[in-house]
């Protein structure tokens, strides 16, 4: 699919999905604040809720500017005092969206942590925003509330993203020993470092940490399974529609990129003279985007793809619990309508497929795909069609093989959300163009927020219902490496029975693979070249 061409209508889509989840305002006067001492200083926070204490904008990192940008992060130096952390920290540099704000702020390496006012050696579940690589943050989007009143410690980060994050030059290549790229998950292990470090302080327990993310979130969980440099900073991982492009970009690829944006003549010092504001400029006029896609090559990962660390074994071997919505790609579609974009006519149904796979509309593979996705099918709806064929091709069918490359490895739980009622609190644009049912990042609002946000936004008691199995079961996962309890639907491993536990409002159940195979038309795209 055309994933680059809607970038940035699903960036703010994204984000947007992550303010479903809503955060819950916290205060304490500065008598009552708890401190918690780091190995950096004191940290004063607030009290949330009564028994919830919240830390927000701690910095983990030294600021990434000078000749720290475009270049492997360092810890925060020491600070005198009690540093207050009440207020987020400043969102990293990104566009501005339909929903969500832009930002020009590099200084941005902060995290935030939520825990029981009286926790002690709790586990800890760090979170990881989604945003395509380019837009969103940890901060207000994400309220914990529920996870943490089931006994956990909830960190959640930002890091950095777009040409800041992610740009591969010949002059860095230069200047870091031959690699280059992937600075903001190098952030993202400086923050698991800084939680190794400090989390004790807080209630928690640095030997049982759960990664988690969705979208670009949960491609970094993979990517910091992948890494040969994350030995011993987590020991769970939870991915939520993150399996696409599992074999990222090559090196080479990345800074066939770099060069086009900032030219093959531009030295580091050529790099790091540029406002904030025209590195944006430049990551925005690429037609593939910078930082869309995560290159290996870099410090971070510098031999292998996702794909490959699996397939050789070479990577974090902890408990995986991982799987993708029902409808995926509904929101990506519904991002080129937000954009302007027209619904195409049924004629030029063959001319679509072609132009979002690139290859010729008379292509044989065309006309498999015209074959297994008949129009009639979606009421010669054009998106919809295109809808689905993008849920399967670049989530459902990856995410399954995924899995079967994991679980022949590690423990692993797979999940499939079906929710298609799911509550979306803004979504601007005419529902009659496409209909969502259980797109991307849609269970989001299932884990975060708090049931009186959630049931504000019309949710029923059986949706409801549901939120609180997900909550129970990632907890769990992440208290115990198996999502299972004694009072839910028992979620077998993969392994075991090649089962998918189906979430559903009403009643939640396991389907075969071989089930979900065939829906989602895995057979075809396993087998297109």
Not at 68 to 89: D, I
Not at 312 to 328: I, K, M, Q
Not at 392 to 401: E, H, K, R, T
Not at 420 to 439: K, M, N, T, Y
Request: aromatic share 10%; proline share 5%.
């Amino acid at each position: 699919m055309q994933y680059s061409r809607i970038k940035a209508g699903v960036s703010a889509l994204v984000l947007a999905s992550g303010l479903m989840a809503g955060c819950s305002s916290g205060s304490s006067s500065d008598n009552d604040a708890p401190v918690r001492e780091t190995a950096q200083g004191a940290i004063g926070g607030f009290t949330m809720d009564g028994d919830m204490v919240g830390f927000r904008g701690i910095p983990y990192a030294a600021a990434p500017v000078g000749g720290l940008r475009f270049a492997p992060p360092k810890p925060v130096a020491p600070h005198e005092g009690t540093l207050r952390a009440t207020q987020f920290g400043a969102d990293c540099a990104q566009e501005g969206g339909i929903m969500g704000a832009g930002s020009t702020a590099e200084d941005c390496l902060y995290l935030n942590v939520y825990a029981p006012a009286n926790a002690e050696n709790l586990p800890v579940m760090v979170w990881i925003h989604g945003g395509a690589f380019t837009g969103g943050s940890g901060g207000a989007a994400y309220d914990p509330t529920r996870l943490v009143k089931q006994d956990i410690v909830v960190v959640s980060i930002n890091y950095r993203l777009g040409a800041l994050g992610f740009l591969a030059h010949p002059a860095l290549v230069d200047e870091q020993g031959g690699t280059a790229g992937a600075y903001g998950l190098l952030d993202q292990k400086l923050a698991l470092e800084w939680v190794q470090e400090n989390i004790g302080a807080f209630g928690g327990n640095p030997a049982n940490v759960t990664i988690f993310g969705e979208s670009a979130g949960g491609h970094s969980v993979l990517s910091l399974m992948a890494s040969p440099l994350t030995e011993g900073l987590f020991h769970k991982a939870i991915v939520q529609s993150g399996s696409l492009l599992p074999h990222q970009q090559s090196l080479e690829d990345a800074l066939e990129q770099g060069v086009a944006a900032f030219g093959s003549d531009c030295d580091t010092t050529c790099l790091r003279e540029f406002s904030v504001e025209e590195i944006l400029e430049k990551q925005a006029a690429l037609s593939d985007g910078i930082g869309l896609v995560v290159n290996y090559g870099s410090e971070f990962q510098p031999h292998d793809s996702i794909h490959a660390a699996f397939e050789s074994g070479n990577f974090r071997r902890v408990p995986v619990l991982t799987g993708t919505n029902l409808d995926e790609y509904t929101l990506f579609i519904a991002a080129q309508a937000l954009a302007g974009d027209a619904p195409p006519p049924p004629a030029a149904y063959r001319a679509t497929i072609a132009a979002s796979i690139g290859v010729p509309e008379e292509s044989e593979i065309v006309d498999a795909i015209e074959d297994a996705y008949p129009l009639g099918l979606y009421d010669d709806n054009v998106w919809q069609a295109m809808a689905a064929i993008g849920t399967d091709m670049v989530f459902a069918c990856s995410g399954l093989n995924q899995a079967n490359q994991l679980a022949a490895q590690v423990a692993t739980y797979a999940y499939e959300f079906a929710d298609r009622d799911a509550p979306l609190a803004l979504l601007p644009f005419d529902p009659g163009v496409i209909e969502l049912g259980a797109s991307h990042a849609f269970e989001i609002s299932y884990v975060f927020g708090t049931d009186a946000e959630f049931l504000a936004r019309g949710t029923t008691q059986e949706q409801l219902a549901l939120s609180h199995k997900m909550i129970r079961y990632w907890t769990n996962f992440a208290k115990y490496g198996d999502p299972n309890n004694g009072s839910d639907t028992y979620w077998p491993p993969f392994v075991a029975a090649q089962e998918i536990m189906q979430l559903n409002a009403g009643g939640s159940e396991t389907i075969s693979e071989t089930a979900f195979s065939s829906f989602h038309r895995c057979q075809l795209w396993n087998n297109l070249p």
